[in-house]
């Protein structure tokens, strides 16, 4: 897809005449890409640094390039989290884009929810290295189970359980919106629980090796990791009351990325066609009926009594 996508828009930049399809074309792909590079990221990357985690962990032995490959890792999960998020935003021409400092927060808050996680699920697993995989699967049903009661309306078939239990796979790992409104209550009630947890997962390693060794490296991941996962919520606060986008002109409830059920004007899969009601009957754009279902409830409130104008042109673009 990524080959395709770049193939696809080289053709696109070097043909000084490239048609309205060929542009809409190369958005849609792009706007895929972004959502599957998020699933890959937490269903192959996070689960790879968990276990790199925990083989340093164990053996209390780390080099330089481990270092190295953990923080990169660690950037490029907190760095497809805002990819997706300004992908959202790009589909819509009706938008707020994301300026530098915005973007940092959102970059930083996130950083610093997902660091703080991961390391407690590795320290759980070098204390009970054969129960990782039923803590995994606990959350995960009750993830599942809740995504499940806000229903989803993403595939077109009977597979949309598929879709879920991938949400509830990133739901283990860090906040993933799948509902429609404000996200304030929702976001409180997914931290406590998620912090909750992390701390009893901590807590167990730490009563089951005392007295502790201060050559550990646990113990000095773990005495940053609860004031690092408070930061990255009154940051995530501090970006919401003060920085986003849409501050100005909205109310100050929490809204947040949306993968929702909504109202599509051709429901037919993949590369469509609708007409943009505010420009012309006439004119017609391409449109990714994916991005769009997941955008679309992300501008409830700026978006009231109007129709979306949905991106179909390269010139909207904003990555």
Not at 30 to 38: A, C, F, K, Q, Y
Not at 224 to 235: F, K, R, T
Request: charged share 15%.
């Amino acid at each position: 897809r990524c080959l395709h996508a770049l193939k696809v828009g080289f053709n696109v930049c070097r043909t000084e005449a490239a048609t309205e399809t060929q542009r809409a074309y190369a958005i849609f792909l792009s706007h895929d890409i972004s959502l599957l590079r998020l699933f890959e990221t937490f269903l192959e990357s996070a689960p790879q640094l968990t276990l790199m985690l925990y083989i340093i962990l164990h053996t209390n032995k780390v080099a330089i390039f481990q270092i190295l490959g953990i923080c990169t890792s660690f950037f490029c999960i907190a760095w497809t989290l805002l990819d997706y998020h300004q992908t959202l935003r790009s589909f819509l021409q009706e938008k707020y884009k994301l300026d530098f400092l915005s973007s940092v927060l959102y970059f930083l808050w996130n950083f610093l929810l997902v660091c703080p996680r991961i390391l407690s699920l590795a320290v759980f697993a070098v204390l009970f290295p054969n129960y990782i995989f039923l803590h995994f699967l606990g959350v995960w049903s009750v993830m599942f189970l809740w995504v499940s009661l806000q229903g989803t309306d993403f595939m077109e078939n009977t597979c949309e359980w598929v879709y879920r239990a991938v949400v509830a796979v990133i739901l283990y790992f860090c906040w993933f919106n799948v509902a429609a409104g404000k996200t304030c209550h929702r976001a409180g009630i997914y931290h406590t629980f998620i912090l909750l947890d992390s701390i009893i997962l901590s807590v167990s390693w730490l009563w089951h090796n005392t007295p502790l060794s201060r050559d550990s490296y646990i113990i000095h991941a773990l005495f940053a990791a609860l004031p690092c996962y408070l930061l990255g919520i009154i940051l995530r606060g501090i970006y919401y009351k003060f920085f986003h986008p849409t501050v100005q002109t909205v109310s100050p409830n929490i809204y947040d990325e949306v993968d929702t059920q909504g109202t599509v004007s051709d429901r037919t899969i993949g590369f469509q066609v609708v007409v943009d009601h505010r420009i012309s009957t006439s004119v017609m754009r391409h449109v990714n009926r994916r991005t769009y279902k997941l955008s679309q409830n992300f501008f409830v409130n700026t978006l009231q009594d109007k129709h979306p104008l949905q991106n179909g042109t390269l010139g909207d673009v904003y990555l």
